[in-house]
Structures are given as structure tokens and as C-alpha cells.
């Protein structure tokens, strides 16, 4: 069978240089469909897979805005991108605290990878609960919402300009002596405005914007709440972000077609003016550390490590300790959580109100 390198060679041969994100469109698509790429094993790790807290906390977040939105029955929990599903796992033992909800909560998992869909029936089969797949977001039913995406926005696909004497330009992917290369497409992209600086790049995440865009349209017609966490930052912006990655460590995105992860820092100011457009609330963007703190992490630890051996009590300060480190390379800092809600909801639990940064 021809790997997926060859198939994009072809692809550039036959119709010319494509663009940055019709490249990680591809390769994305055949990364996530042929195998699970987290884990020690693979080629990266989340905070779900660092520790079941994570899931949990956010389980009891979804309790408490549940509460707030008087109590919908049927609210669908709607994960996008669950990779294993362990983050819908732990946040559904968490909730078992409020039967309520969970006699009301229909599961709705949006993914695309056939392979991590199998994960995913695995790793819930002991809920008991009935869960829906979803290829799109678009096929979960209508009704009272309640959303987490975690790292699920950095693994879309999204567009590169660079600014030139000439103006924007757009960044594609050529092929030259068989090797795949960046290239520049010749027509200028007028429409993204006057560059400041030659050289300068400018990320155009139309998928991420399309899929906040429905979102924020739910949301404002039947109510609930969406609360996504990403390694991110706080736009405008001007940086190349693409990165690839393979076995835990960086490689060059071009090298490895398919078979490295390639993600792209998350614009947290450009989702949250998106949704700002729908009359919502918006929540944030705060820290993962502070969030997780707010929310009572450390006390969930505390309580984990009662019952646990000296060996687990040392791992289960790790992951706290990964989780919510604020230092300039730690997860608490790097990742940021941001929620937007019907606008009835004035407040919710752990983010302070929209930064007007
Ligand atoms: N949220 C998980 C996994 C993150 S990896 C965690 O935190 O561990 C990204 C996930 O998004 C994978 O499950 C991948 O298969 C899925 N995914 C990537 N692109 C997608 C798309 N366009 N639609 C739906 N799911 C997608």
C-alpha cells in the first residue's frame, strides 16, 4: 500500500503546491485513523491520561453549571475529540454524585478516527450508559448543551500567510528534488489588512472558527455551555506555530506525512470574538493551573492520596504537579481554559469573567 508521503508527492505532482492546511488536513486524517497516539507508547500525552482528577474536576464543573441552567432534562455531554475516552470516563464518575444528572445526560461523542472510536467503546463499556458517535458536530441532536473539548482545537487544520514586499502570501507545500518543501503561493491576500513586518506569520484557523461558529449558534438557541481547554494564547498574534510530533519529541512537520502529530498553538481571542458575535457569555481565558486550582485539585489529591500506597501518593503529587506547574514550560501556564455560555449565565465555576485584554 502506498504511505501517505507517496499519495501527497502524487497529489502535488498532479495539481500543483497545496496549502498548509489542505497538508494537515491529510495527514491529520491518516495520523488519528491509523492508531492511538497518546500515552508513553505513543507520540504524546494530555492531562486526562496524567490523571483521572482532571476528568473529574471538570465533571464536577459540568455539575454545577447544569445546576445554574436549571437542571435540563435531557442535556447532551458532548465531548469533541475524546481520544480514549478517558476524560468522559472520569467525568461521568464524578457526576454519579448528582443522580439527577446523570439519569439526564446523554453522551455524544464527536470523533472522526475509527481507531480511537474503538478505544473509546472500550474505555466506557464499564459506564453502562448508552454513548452516540458522531462524525460531526452537526449530527448531534438538537437541545440543552453541555461541551468540553480538550486539545481537540490544536488538531485542526488551519491556514498560513506570510508577509512579503508583496503583501500576504499564502504557504503552501511543493514538492522539490522529491523532497516535500515550503513554497509560497504568487497571489497576494489582500483581505487579511497591511502587514506590519516582512516575514511576519499570520495563522487562519477557518475550521476552528466554522465549528465555534455552530457552537455559538446552539448555544444561543437551546441553551448550555462550552468549555474548552488548549495549549494556546491570547491574540492577535504573528508566529509560525505548526509543530510535529513523533515519539515525544519535535520533528520537521514536513518530514513524516501522516505518521507525526501536527498541531498548532490554539488563538484563544479569536474563538472568544467568534462567539462574542452570538450575544453569549464569555468566560476567561484563565490558566489551567488556576482553573484547576479554583475548582479544588488540591483537595482532590488530598483525598485520592487517603486512600492510596506510598508509591501512588508519589505519582498522584506528579500529575498535580504537571498539571497545574505555572513555571514558563509547565502545563498550568502553557494551556488555557475558556468557557462560553448561554448569556443567562453570568458566572461559572474557576474562570473569571471575559478579559477585555
Ligand atoms: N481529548 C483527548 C484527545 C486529544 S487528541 C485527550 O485530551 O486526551 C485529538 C482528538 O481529536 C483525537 O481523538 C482525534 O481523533 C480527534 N479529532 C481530530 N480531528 C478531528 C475532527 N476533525 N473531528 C472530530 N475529531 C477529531
Known amino acids: 500500500m502506498k504511505s501517505l508521503g507517496e499519495h501527497v508527492r502524487e497529489l502535488i505532482a498532479l495539481e500543483g503546491p497545496i496549502t498548509v492546511e489542505r497538508y494537515m488536513d491529510l495527514c491529520l486524517r491518516h495520523y488519528y485513523a491509523t492508531r492511538d497516539p497518546l500515552g508513553v507508547e505513543g507520540d504524546f500525552t494530555t492531562s486526562p491520561e496524567i490523571s483521572q482528577m482532571f476528568g473529574e474536576l471538570i465533571g464536577l464543573w459540568m455539575l454545577e453549571v447544569w445546576n445554574a441552567m436549571g437542571r435540563p432534562d435531557p442535556v447532551h455531554l458532548v465531548e469533541l475529540g475524546p481520544g480514549r475516552g478517558t476524560l468522559m470516563a472520569d467525568l461521568l464518575r464524578a457526576t454519579k454524585l448528582l443522580p439527577d444528572f446523570a439519569s439526564a445526560a446523554q453522551v455524544h461523542l464527536v470523533e472522526t478516527s475509527p481507531a480511537l472510536r474503538q478505544k473509546q467503546q472500550d474505555t466506557l463499556a464499564s459506564t453502562g450508559l448508552p454513548v452516540h458517535w ?3 458536530l452537526d449530527d448531534v441532536p438538537e ?7 480538550n486539545e481537540f482545537f490544536d488538531a485542526l487544520p488551519l491556514r498560513q500567510f506570510i508577509a512579503t514586499e508583496r503583501g500576504w ?4 507545500v511543493g514538492i522539490e528534488n522529491e523532497n516535500l518543501i515550503f513554497g509560497l503561493r504568487a497571489e497576494a491576500a489582500q483581505a487579511l489588512g497591511q502587514p506590519l513586518k516582512i516575514g511576519d506569520v499570520l495563522e487562519w484557523p477557518a475550521m476552528s472558527v466554522d465549528i465555534m461558529q455552530h457552537l455559538a449558534r446552539r448555544i444561543a438557541r437551546d441553551t448550555g455551555a462550552v468549555l474548552i481547554i488548549d495549549y494556546g494564547y491570547w491574540g492577535p498574534a504573528f508566529g509560525d506555530t505548526l509543530q510535529a510530533l513523533k515519539a515525544h519529541a519535535y520533528v520537521d512537520p514536513l518530514e513524516l506525512p501522516g505518521e507525526a502529530d501536527l498541531t498548532t498553538h490554539v488563538d484563544f481571542h479569536h474563538l472568544a470574538k467568534t462567539a462574542s458575535a452570538h450575544d453569549l457569555q464569555v468566560h476567561g481565558p484563565g490558566t489551567q493551573g488556576d482553573f484547576l486550582t479554583a475548582l479544588g485539585i488540591e483537595a482532590r489529591a488530598s483525598s485520592l492520596k487517603k486512600r492510596a500506597t506510598p508509591a501512588q501518593s508519589a505519582e498522584i503529587d506528579t500529575a498535580l504537579t504537571r498539571l497545574t506547574e505555572r ?3 509547565g502545563m ?4 488555557k481554559v475558556l468557557a462560553v455560555t448561554h448569556k443567562s449565565l453570568e458566572a461559572v465555576p474557576g474562570l473569571p469573567p471575559l478579559s477585555s485584554s
Open 134 to 136: 458522531h462524525e460531526r
Open 143 to 149: 437541545g440543552p448543551m453541555l461541551l468540553v473539548a
Open 332 to 335: 498550568g501556564k502553557l494551556f
Open 327 to 329: 513555571g514558563e514550560i
Open 169 to 172: 502570501c499564502e504557504r503552501l
